[in-house]
């Protein structure tokens, strides 16, 4: 079954305190995403991983780092997070980069920080 | 600044009736262009894709064309159901990205009124 499944789907936490998100995969896919989505505006690419520890930052890399350990696993950490890193987290995979032809994405982690 | 321009911005339209939702961008080079379907509260599904200049392509109601020289690309969903209700994401691929760049409109939402 090709899924990529996010977890938490829902988080409330304070200003200043750590967030982890994560994300999985069941395909084998190199390539993993983090994005984040506010209303009026497409999705920002936070980053990207080639595989495992193999990772780039995207457009919008401050206040996050990421981790993949494993190639069906990809975090994003929060350290310190902010009220304006509010939003709703996207993970995605593709077996290669630059195939939006074969890109999946998760349904999202929607973050609340207060 | 912002590469990919949908519009309109929002739709409403009885089930029953077409719609033409329209994607302009300015990424170069293009590699490929792909419509996704975003229900509330969920994550991005792939509708189509378009590779070639003057590209069109159809998958049940929903048909889409792209002209390239123009930087111009059309979904036309045919008959409307309820369930198409939804946001329908543009995204343009950038080939001369070494990041695999995707580059994300930031979405038209339709709603489909009995």
């Known amino acids: 079954d090709m899924k990529v499944t996010q977890m938490p789907r829902y988080l409330i936490k304070r200003m200043g305190e750590n967030v982890l998100l994560e994300c999985g995969q069941d395909m084998s896919h190199e390539t993993m995403y983090w994005y984040r989505q506010d209303p009026g505006l497409g999705l920002q690419l936070i980053y990207i991983?080639?595989?495992?520890?193999?990772?780039s930052e995207g457009d919008i890399p401050k206040g996050y780092r990421v981790s993949r350990k494993k190639r069906e696993h990809f975090s994003l950490i929060l350290d310190s997070a902010k009220t304006n890193q509010t939003s709703v987290y996207f993970c995605?995979?593709?077996?290669?980069?630059?195939?939006?032809?074969?890109?999946?994405f998760g349904e999202g982690s929607r973050l609340i920080v207060v | 600044k912002t590469q990919v321009e949908q519009s309109p911005q929002s739709l409403v339209v009885r089930q029953g009736e077409n719609c033409v939702l329209q994607?302009?961008?300015?990424?170069?080079?293009?590699?490929?262009l792909r419509w996704f379907k975003q229900d509330t509260g969920k994550g991005l599904v792939s509708l189509t894709v378009l590779v070639h200049e003057n590209d069109k392509t159809s998958n049940g109601r929903y048909s889409a064309t792209l002209d390239k020289d123009a930087k111009h690309s059309t979904l036309h969903i045919t008959a409307t159901l309820l369930d198409d209700t939804a946001t329908y994401i543009c995204?343009?691929?950038?080939?001369?990205?070494?990041?695999?760049?995707?580059?994300f409109g930031a979405g038209t939402q339709l709603i489909v009124i009995p």
């Open positions: 995204v343009v691929v950038d080939r001369g990205s070494a990041l695999g760049r995707l580059h």
């Open positions: 994607c302009n961008y300015s990424v170069t080079p293009d590699n490929h």
């Open positions: 991983s080639y595989d495992v520890d193999s990772n």
């Open positions: 995605a995979s593709s077996p290669r980069q630059n195939s939006g032809n074969t890109l999946y």
